[in-house]
């Protein structure tokens, strides 16, 4: 029997008030180190910025090398942090997503990436179905922002960089860091996490 990966990460959830019960819930089912709630209504760039340096103060205290953060709307799959462990320990870049989806991409339309994704998507399941393990997708932006993986080293960069893009959604802002410092975003596959298909708390500039 394999020995289980440590989990080098701090988990934290982004929520809206709105999503108050869901939000708890997901936050004892991840072990979630961290939960915010925008009470006062300051918005969603606020609160992913809050949670983002949060986390990452907490994993420097920890010595963790990651931060996971997820929004309220996520679904973890079953076996989550475990799942979630292996992949870090595997994960080759500085950011990464654990749901690819294929509905609303940040700053994107979907149908503009529709075949690439596919064809992806189908050497994936290929890779899967023949090894029996889970692969990593590249992609060069972040398409959503459900549920994403930073390392800590790259979190004052990051911050720096939000704090210059007011007003551009935090998912859309994240996916322009990953494509300016060109490392891309590695999407999980399969997805760890999926998205909860409800009506939004906060609208996106794209109207989704």
Not at 149 to 173: K, N, W
């Amino acid at each position: 029997m394999e020995a289980s990966v440590e989990l080098d990460a701090v988990i934290g959830i982004v929520a809206h008030p709105a999503r108050k019960s869901t939000a708890i819930a997901l936050c004892e089912e991840v072990e979630a180190q961290y939960l915010s709630f925008d009470q006062w209504g300051q918005g969603e760039r606020w609160n992913h910025r809050h949670v983002i340096e949060v986390c990452a103060m907490i994993a420097e205290k920890e010595g963790r090398e990651w931060i996971v953060i997820l929004e309220d709307d996520a679904v973890p799959c079953d076996g989550f942090r475990e799942k979630l462990a292996e992949h870090l320990a595997t994960m080759p870049g500085m950011i990464g997503s654990l749901y690819l989806g294929t509905s609303r991409w940040a700053g994107q339309h979907h149908a503009s990436f529709e075949r690439r994704v596919a064809e992806e998507i189908e050497w994936a399941d290929d890779h899967v179905a023949k090894s029996s393990r889970p692969v990593q997708i590249h992609f060069s932006e972040l398409y959503h922002g459900v549920c994403v993986v930073l390392r800590v080293e790259i979190v004052p960069m990051l911050l720096a960089l939000l704090d210059s893009l007011d007003g551009v959604p935090t998912d859309q802002a994240i996916g322009m860091f990953a494509l300016h410092q060109r490392w891309g975003v590695w999407y999980a596959h399969p997805s760890l996490v999926d998205h909860r298909d409800e009506e939004p708390v906060t609208q996106h500039p794209d109207g989704e």
